[in-house]
């Protein structure tokens, strides 16, 4: 069975910086495309970041390009999400997600499985 376990959130106070890991056990997903959303209180699931199988290639939500970096280590099964400039709006959970696919993607309709979330609040 897919499990993908996220860690890292907290409380941190804006300006500052938390790191996000997803690691996903089951089967081994190093061909598979993966990503993170976030949804904030009474607000839609949206999409942050995503990266392909490679990791070579990402792609960034403009709220957070510049700021967040995503990467992955296949050996470990993991990836991750490196949070640097946080501000108050970035305040949600934080979820990631695996594709079936080995590409990017944006929707989360992309994506077959999700972990339980992890929560990241920014203080202003």
């Known amino acids: 069975q897919v499990q993908l376990v996220e860690s890292g959130g907290g409380l941190v106070q804006a300006g500052g910086s938390l790191r996000l890991a997803c690691a996903a056990s089951?089967?081994?997903?190093?061909?598979?495309?993966m990503g993170w959303f976030r949804q904030a209180p009474g607000l839609e699931r949206e999409f942050v970041a995503t990266?392909?199988?490679?990791?070579?290639?990402?792609y960034y939500a403009a709220s957070v390009k510049g700021r967040f970096t995503i990467s992955r280590d296949n050996t470990k099964n993991t990836m991750y999400l490196q949070m640097n400039m946080l501000k108050p709006e970035d305040t949600a959970i934080y979820y990631c997600?695996?594709?079936?696919?080995?590409?990017?993607?944006?929707?989360?309709?992309?994506?077959?499985?999700w972990g339980q979330g992890t929560q990241v609040t920014v203080s202003s």
């Open positions: 997600a695996v594709r079936l696919r080995g590409g990017l993607g944006l929707s989360g309709y992309d994506y077959s499985d």
């Open positions: 990266t392909d199988w490679t990791g070579l290639n990402t």
């Open positions: 089951g089967r081994t997903f190093s061909r598979n495309g």
